[in-house]
């Protein structure tokens, strides 16, 4: 094998967010581009003589980048690359194939729900040995190294076909491609009593899941259809395609309204769920009845012990900041932790590792366990799955209990996206530079309790972050929470997440946007978001 050694690109300003490099298809097709960011991340990893678990979810460039990243890898001396069949692999699949082959860490292909095809986004992302993504030491030395790169190497010819499962050479470097589904499947009946599910299907427990033309398709059809016997209706879109049928592969009233209004519609089956571009987010909804995110996460943390994988119960909870606090409560009546951290997954691995928690979630639709290292969204879906088939109650009336004794989190998202860049900074530090003196005042009739930029010192690791958006908490059981998205493509998004509790005993059954409506037109003033957007309204409400 001839390893050749070619000059590189400049990445310029190209800053890794929340989940890895994203960016437009173009950028990473542009020669040397992808090529680039490979080898700084070879070049902070050193893995030569180790093995990786290679994997995406199939859009639009997986297939040419996966060649380049295995001729980069042999280049590069790893000594085996396990890879899903046709470069497939959902992110909690690659998660979870990580730890089960004690890989030295992984390399995920995607843009989660970004839209895919030629004209969408790409992404690259690299995950540790324990199966999550790399932590804020480990991503700054990549972006480190991608400044300071002026070669990569790549060996010459071909790479081998992905399409067969089996174990083939790139000069010394071994490929090892394996089932996509077979392993997670696996793991997934090992958690959930498939019996018990199996039998409320039988017993007449209709569904929809929706996989968004995206990777979930194969692993929700072996499992909800295969193995848990539901109807091959049961799956819809289930075919991935590169480009997601032309959509968002985004599991959120908006992006799967489709789902959404079935179940809120004359036809509704008990149940619909949806997963996103690469299989780690999740919605659920229930007849007549959408379940938020935050919501979710509190009412799995309630019930769990419900379910086999959980029997001996959770020993700790966390939430990204900007989700909501009904998670908080269910910890506080467990007499369990509950963590705050920053936004993306990362956050969670050391709490996951040290078994301080056991179950995670973000408002953005991402819930997990201890069983990976990434947010599952098969996984949630067969979690609600089985805690429905020990109760037999609908996902209403288990929702509508659980308020009534936890009391409810009103909660909403609403994004502003593709602003202005240097406006939404100058909001930003505006706001920042107002902190101190805002506890006390009074905006649209609520008055600031306090004000803070959140700062977060993991407290396993000791590591320190600042600057993950401002909160802000007002008397009466609201809150709202600020920070620029760190995954848009296009210009700057601003996400505003609004929170007002309603004890037991309260009105539990308004609307949220109408429960929520001082804390956000006090928040609207208080960041001055018209006078620095230009926009009125959120572009989109979730
Ligand atoms: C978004 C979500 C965040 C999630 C991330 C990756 O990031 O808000 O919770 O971890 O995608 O899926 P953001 O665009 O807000 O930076
Ligand atoms: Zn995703």
């Keep these: 094998m001839t390893i050749n050694t070619v000059p590189t690109q400049p990445i310029e300003g190209q800053v890794p967010g929340t989940s890895g490099l994203r960016k437009k298809v173009e950028v990473f097709a542009d020669p040397g581009y992808l090529e680039t960011y490979t080898q700084a991340i070879f070049n902070a990893i050193q893995p030569r003589g180790k ?6 979810d199939g859009r639009f460039f997986n297939r040419e980048a996966m060649q380049t990243i295995l001729r980069m890898a042999a280049a590069n001396g790893v000594a085996r690359v396990i890879v899903g069949q046709n470069g497939i692999l959902s992110t909690p699949a690659a998660s979870h194939l990580i730890r089960k082959r004690a890989a030295f860490g992984g390399l995920i292909l995607s843009a989660s729900h970004n839209p895919g095809g030629p004209k969408g986004d790409f992404g690259l992302k690299y995950n540790i040995a324990n199966g999550g993504p790399a932590p804020e030491d480990i991503t700054d030395t990549i972006v480190a190294c991608a400044q300071n790169i002026d070669a990569y190497y790549i060996a010459n010819g071909e790479a081998p076909s992905l399409s067969t499962i089996g174990e083939s050479q790139l000069g010394d470097m071994v490929i090892e491609v394996v089932d996509p589904v077979d ?25 929809r899941f929706d996989a968004m033309h995206a990777v979930t398709g194969p692993y929700a059809t072996e499992i909800l259809v295969n193995r848990l016997g539901a109807p091959a209706k049961s799956v819809l879109n289930g075919t991935p395609s590169e480009d997601f049928g032309g959509g968002h592969p985004d599991p959120n009233p908006v992006w799967a309204k489709p789902l959404f209004d079935l179940l809120h519609g004359p036809e509704a089956p008990d149940f619909g769920a949806a997963s996103d571009g690469d299989g780690d987010r999740n919605m659920i909804l229930g007849r007549d009845i959408y379940v938020t995110p935050s919501d979710s ?76 290292r990434e947010k599952d969204g098969l996984w949630a879906v067969l979690l609600w799955l089985n805690i429905l088939a020990v109760k037999r109650q609908s996902v209403k009336q288990i929702l509508t209990d659980h308020w009534a004794k936890f009391g409810r989190d ?18 930003m530090s505006e706001l920042k530079s107002n902190l101190a003196a805002l506890p006390g005042q009074k905006a649209a009739g609520l008055v600031i309790k306090s004000a803070e930029d959140f700062a977060y010192t993991d407290p396993i690791s000791g590591a320190a972050t600042t600057g993950q958006g401002v909160i802000l908490t007002y008397e009466g059981g609201a809150r709202a929470m600020l920070r620029l998205s760190g995954t848009g493509t296009e210009g700057a998004t601003l996400r505003v997440y609004l929170e007002q509790y309603a004890p037991p005993g309260a009105a539990l059954d308004r609307d949220a946007q109408d429960a929520l409506s001082a804390v956000i037109a006090a928040t609207k003033a208080v960041a001055r978001i018209p006078e620095h957007t230009g926009r009125d309204h959120p572009d989109v409400i979730s």
């Excluded at 093995?51 to 995406?56: F, K, P, R, T």
């Excluded at 009103?410 to 602003?419: F, G, L, V």
């Design 51 to 56: 093995e990786l678990v290679l994997g995406g």
């Design 410 to 427: 009103y909660y909403s998202r609403h994004d502003y996206e593709s602003i202005d860049s240097t406006a939404a900074n100058a909001l």
């Design 183 to 207: 392993d997670y499947a696996a793991l997934m009946a090992e958690l959930f009593n498939f019996t018990a599910i199996r039998s409320l299907i039988a017993s007449g427990f209709t569904l």
């Design 297 to 372: 996460l509190a009412v799995l943390a309630a019930n769990a012990h419900l379910v086999p994988g959980y029997a001996g119960g959770i020993t700790g909870v966390a939430r990204s900041m900007p989700t909501s606090a009904a998670s908080d409560r269910v910890a506080e009546a467990l007499g369990i932790e509950a963590f705050q951290t920053p936004t993306g997954w990362k956050y969670f691995g050391t709490l996951l590792d040290a078994g301080r928690a056991t179950l995670c979630g973000e408002e953005s639709a991402g819930t997990g366990s201890n069983h990976v």
